[in-house]
């Protein structure tokens, strides 16, 4: 590209913002001029004053290491991501059709356990047309029949979902990963758009984004239909969250802040004589009728109410009696883990009648083995990921592996097959982002939201992206719609 800071950027074969013969693309045109004028010492004025201002907002995230929690800056990158309208518009279609698909998934996974007593065949529907394998869902680890109990008669599992996706170097999108349990980032994508305005106006004189509050409306319409049926007038809403030690504690009070909401802990809930649950703010306590929970299921056992109670069982208890409901219902993980995703086509077929309008990598399922056999020997030339809840999401890339690695990797697939899944790798484009100095092709994420919101499925205008920095936490971009 001739002139201009990116002037001499190495732009790979496939980049978002600029060709591979070194032209910008139209997206980006109009901040060109600005982030020229600015220079390489302005830019790293407005990346320095961004640090400054998001270290004193304290935008971090957490980690656990050797037992002690650990807190680590995620750096915003000063030149936004630009998505134009139309491919905002198919990547919205494609995540609403796949968070439709799930929700469908999960209502009839967990319908199963409620048929009568003398079906024969208990199994969900999409088990009884042979579409998956019974043990797909029976033994899958995340699913758990005491989450039956945790969700009023009728409500959708799944509130707030979120889709992982990447740009393809052919310039289209694919799906990497479903998160239908507490998906995080949307907290972030607020406040990055907020630092960015405050360190760069300029940009946003050059070009204008879509604002980001029509997101928080439609959040917030959502979580109020999350509120059980008994629910009269204005629901209450509270953020539940497990305190300052959480690694995402910081977003749960942007997202609070943003509904006009407070957050909560366990020691803030309290039960009503009517099975309900009221909630300390301020010293004072309220009735609550929604809970948007924030934080990991598998931990809610380990937090108690002020009455003694393990939080897990007082939530119950108040679901049951009809008086709260959670976003998300716990036992979501059942439709999100990698082994289901291999899924997800099918199940939008099946639930939905439709063709998936976005694609995803295609995935083998270790434990069948048929899928087994298609992956032996191949494992140097794809991607090994572990299903949830036999050891996490540690994902190994057969490429980069040495030959002591992928022979330690294919002994471990063989000896426990059920462990994992395989992946075919994609080819992905890059995204500039400001580096020591400079700017440098990085590999990105882009986080789509979306909510079950009046009679069906929308997508938040507020996706989050993450940007590869080498660090112990990726990085991120501003993510502008363009009207």
Not at 2 to 9: I, K, V
Not at 90 to 110: I, K, N, T
Not at 336 to 357: C, H, K, N, R, S
Request: net charge negative; glycine share 10%.
């Amino acid at each position: 590209m001739s002139g201009g800071l990116l002037a001499g950027y190495p732009a790979p074969t496939a980049d978002e913002a600029v060709t591979a013969e070194g032209r910008l693309r139209p997206e980006y045109a109009a901040l060109e001029p600005v982030v020229a004028g600015l220079g390489t010492e302005g830019i790293a004025g407005a990346a320095r004053a961004l640090a400054e201002l998001r270290a004193a907002r304290g935008v971090a995230l957490g980690s656990w290491t050797d037992g002690r929690h650990e807190r680590h800056p995620v750096v915003l990158d000063p030149l936004p991501r630009v998505l134009p309208a139309d491919q905002w518009r198919s990547v919205a279609a494609g995540v609403e059709q796949r968070h439709r698909a799930l929700g469908a998934f999960l209502a009839d996974v967990y319908r199963a356990a409620g048929r009568r007593r003398g079906d024969v065949d208990r199994a969900p529907e999409i088990v009884r047309a042979g579409v998956l394998p019974e043990w797909a869902v029976e033994h899958n680890p995340a699913r758990d029949p005491a989450a039956i109990g945790q969700a009023w008669r009728g409500q959708p599992r799944a509130t707030v979902a979120a889709a992982d996706l990447v740009r393809t170097a052919d310039g289209g999108w694919a799906v990497t990963a479903d998160d239908l349990r507490t998906p995080a980032g949307l907290g972030f994508a607020l406040e990055d758009r907020l630092a960015l305005r405050a360190a760069l106006p300029g940009l946003f004189a050059a070009a204008a984004p879509a604002p980001l509050e029509a997101a928080v409306d439609l959040l917030r319409a959502a979580l109020a239909e999350a509120a059980p049926p008994a629910c009269a007038g204005v629901p209450e809403v509270a953020v539940l969250s497990a305190g300052e030690g959480d690694s995402s504690r910081f977003e749960h009070a942007v997202l609070a802040a943003a509904l006009g909401v407070p957050v909560v802990t366990a020691g803030d809930l309290w039960p009503r004589p009517d099975g309900g649950l009221e909630v300390a703010v301020d010293g004072e306590r309220r009735p609550v009728d929604v809970l948007y929970r924030r934080f990991d299921e598998g931990t809610l056992g380990a937090y108690r109410t002020p009455v003694g109670s393990p939080l897990d069982v007082q939530l119950t208890e108040a679901v049951r009696a009809g008086l709260l409901g959670l976003a998300n219902v716990p036992g979501n993980g059942v439709a999100d883990d990698a082994a289901t995703f291999a899924w997800v086509p099918a199940m939008i077929g099946f639930y939905l009648g439709e063709q998936p309008l976005l694609p995803s990598p295609r995935t083998w399922v270790l434990a069948d083995p048929a899928s087994l056999a298609e992956v032996r020997g191949r494992l140097a030339e794809l991607v090994v990921e572990e299903v949830a809840g036999y050891g996490g999401h540690a994902a190994v890339d057969g490429r980069t592996c040495s030959a002591a690695e992928l022979d330690r990797l294919t002994a471990e697939v063989a000896a426990t097959p059920h462990r994992f899944v395989a992946r075919e790798p994609l080819a992905e484009a890059t995204v500039p982002a400001f580096v020591d100095g400079t700017f440098r092709p990085r590999s990105a994420r882009l986080r789509v939201f979306s909510v079950v919101c009046g009679d069906g499925v929308r997508a938040l205008p507020a996706p989050w992206t993450r940007v590869a920095s080498g660090g112990p936490v990726a990085g991120s971009k501003d993510t502008w719609l363009l009207p």
